[in-house]
C-alpha cells in the first residue's frame, strides 16, 4: 500500500529535476506524512495524515 495522507489523499509526485546545462532527470516529491492516533468510528487508530491536514485541524473534523 503507497503512503498517502488519508484526509485529503495527497501523496507523492512526480517529474523532472533540471540542472544548469538543461539535462533532465526524473525526481519525485514527497508530502510530509506523519503517523498519528485518531479516534475512528469509536477505535483508536494509527493513521497517516500530511502535516497540513494535521496544522489546519482537518482530522478531528474528518473522523
Known sequence: MA???E?????????NTISFSHK???RAWAPNLQ???AV????NKR???CT???RSG???RAL
Open 24 to 26: 533532465r532527470g526524473n
Open 58 to 60: 482537518k482530522v478531528e
Open 47 to 49: 493513521i497517516y495524515v
Open 7 to 15: 484526509i485529503c489523499g495527497k501523496q507523492k509526485q512526480f517529474g
Open 40 to 43: 475512528v468510528n469509536g477505535s
Open 3 to 5: 503512503k498517502r495522507c
Open 52 to 54: 497540513r491536514c494535521l
Open 35 to 37: 503517523r498519528v492516533r
